[in-house]
């Protein structure tokens, strides 16, 4: 069973940083696009950023771009989004999502919850 | 950036009706687009893709056609399990925009 678990949400103040993490189980995790997306309070959806297999390639929205970082560890099954310089906007539901063939996602954890105030 | 707008942004439709979610791109996308639901309180749920090929698992009462700038999607009998938001999200190129969202009630 494919599995996706978000950790390292939280409150953190204005120009903060927060790192969350993604465990991924029940698939081989090396063999697909991982993604990113958000959804703010009263909000859609909104993609964040995507990484491809072997993290070489990296691709963000253009609100978050300088300040957050996709990367992950295919040795540890785990997916990350390192974000600093946090504004207000930010404040969301990160949901780790498995991209198949780059671009269905198929599968979506359950979201952890950023929120950024003073 | 392609924006993705969707209509109406709310519906209200009764057990047993037919509902159509419309999506319209700012420029062609052929048919690389995605529908998406999201019940309340869970994740989001892949319905469609390509435009109108249906995720496995998904009920065949969900459908989806169009291609280039236009998009739909029809629920042909309307269930209570389908009270959600419903997005549609192109992924002709960076970055994969969303539609807003229609959000479903009965």
């Known amino acids: 069973e494919v599995q996706l678990v978000e950790s390292g949400g939280g409150l953190v103040q204005p120009g903060g940083s927060l790192r969350l993490s993604c465990a991924a189980s029940?698939?081989?995790?090396?063999?697909?696009?991982m993604t990113w997306v958000r959804r703010a309070p009263g909000k859609g959806l909104e993609w964040v950023a995507n990484?491809?297999?072997?993290?070489?390639?990296?691709y963000y929205v253009d609100s978050v771009e300088g300040r957050f970082t996709i990367s992950r560890d295919n040795a540890k099954n785990s997916l990350y989004l390192q974000m600093n310089s946090l504004r207000a906007e930010d404040t969301a539901v990160y949901y780790c999502?498995?991209?198949?063939?780059?671009?269905?996602?198929?599968?979506w954890g359950q979201g952890t919850l950023v929120t950024v105030s003073s | 950036d392609i924006q993705m707008t969707q209509s109406p942004s709310s519906l209200s439709a009764s057990v047993g009706d037919r509902v159509t979610i419309t999506c319209q791109a700012s420029?062609?996308?052929?048919?690389?687009l995605i529908w998406y639901q999201q019940i309340p309180g869970k994740a989001p749920n892949l319905l469609i893709y390509?435009?109108?090929n249906l995720e496995t698992g998904v009920p065949s009462r969900f459908r989806g056609s169009g291609s280039g700038t236009d998009f739909s999607l029809t629920i042909t009998s309307l269930q209570p399990e389908d009270i959600a938001t419903y997005y549609c999200?192109?992924?002709?190129?960076?970055?994969?925009?969303f539609g807003q969202g229609t959000k479903l009630e009965i």
């Open positions: 999502v498995r991209a198949r063939d780059h671009y269905y996602f198929d599968y």
């Open positions: 029940g698939f081989t995790f090396s063999t697909y696009w």
């Open positions: 990484i491809k297999r072997d993290g070489n390639e990296r």
């Open positions: 420029q062609d996308i052929r048919n690389y």
């Open positions: 390509d435009a109108s």
């Open positions: 999200q192109q992924y002709y190129n960076f970055p994969y925009n």
